[in-house]
């Protein structure tokens, strides 16, 4: 898992190839991530 010095983080997603992840960070502890894909058309996730 990557970890950045910020609240929100999107960084490429460790599980799914091509995926990224947006994840959420409390008092240095992880909240909650997302993967997710973006396409490839319409350019939304």
Known sequence: MITLDTPWQDTPSTVRL???ERAAN???ESA???DY???DRCRRG
Do not use: E, Q, T
């Open 32 to 34: 909650f991530a997302v």
């Open 26 to 28: 409390l008092s240095g």
């Open 18 to 20: 091509g995926w990224r």
């Open 37 to 39: 894909i973006v396409c």
